[in-house]
T-cell receptor, first 113, second 109 residues
Framework: NAGVTQTPKFQVLKTGQSMTLQCAQD?????MYWYRQDPGMGLRLIYY???????DKGEVPNGYNVSRLNKREFSLRLESAAPSQTSVYFC????????????FGPGTRLTVT | QKEVEQNSGPLSVPEGAIASLNCTYS??????FFWYRQYSGKSPELIMS????GDKEDGRFTAQLNKASQYVSLLIRDSQPSDSATYLC?????????FGKGNQVVVIP
């Protein structure tokens, strides 16, 4: 039981490049989330999927897109990376649609130059 | 006003002492609250959930919820160097968690 896994662990992009961050959970959770964490800003929600087949914007969705591929997988895409997207990205999942008791993946450290 | 506020600066406590962390929230309808621990360079880890007024104890951790005053607190008894981390308070609402910015705890041996 791996919990929540994320790939890659580290990534360096040049401005304008695109990439997809992958997230998978093996806990049969219904809801999945993408956050970014920046110094002094705390955890900010980018997008979430309360259940398979649905996605919704969080606090900071601009510049990102998501896909809930199936119940296990939730990917985050940066279409045209900008230096302001340099951050640590966390995926999380929750059994409950309410969002309670979320469990986090190990994170992806992204640098955009 | 932010949904969840953690205003205290870094907290230094001697080993064996009690660390006390506080969190206030703005939505009176909030029902469910959580404390996460985050070690430097790691992801947040859920350590306590509290859903009703009063105290909830789990090992050396006690969470306290006071809905009338709209605050949640976390007590860490017999603090250990391994408790040195940032602690994040969160509440659930609108199918998501709102997090405070966190409080850093440093336990001094």
């Amino acid at each position: 039981n791996a919990g929540v896994t994320q790939t890659p662990k580290f990534q360096v992009l040049k401005t304008g490049q695109s990439m997809t961050l992958q997230c998978a959970q093996d806990m049969n959770h219904n809801s999945m989330y993408w956050y970014r964490q920046d110094p002094g800003m705390g955890l900010r929600l980018i997008y979430y999927s309360a259940s398979e087949g649905t996605t919704d914007k969080g606090e900071v969705p601009n510049g990102y897109n998501v896909s809930r591929l199936n119940k296990r997988e939730f990917s985050l895409r940066l279409e045209s990376a900008a230096p302001s997207q340099t951050s640590v990205y966390f995926c999380a999942s929750s059994l409950l649609v309410s969002g309670a008791e979320q469990y986090f993946g190990p994170g992806t450290r992204l640098t955009v130059t | 006003q932010k949904e969840v506020e953690q205003n205290s600066g870094p907290l230094s406590v001697p080993e064996g002492a009690i660390a006390s962390l506080n969190c206030t929230y703005s939505d009176r309808g909030s029902q469910s609250f959580f404390w996460y621990r985050q070690y430097s360079g790691k992801s947040p880890e859920l350590i306590m959930s509290i859903y009703s007024n009063g105290d909830k104890e789990d090992g050396r951790f006690t969470a306290q919820l006071n809905k009338a005053s709209q605050y949640v607190s976390l007590l860490i008894r017999d603090s250990q160097p391994s408790d040195s981390a940032t602690y994040l308070c969160a509440r659930v609402g609108n199918n998501r968690l709102a997090f405070g910015k966190g409080n850093q705890v440093v336990v001094i041996p």
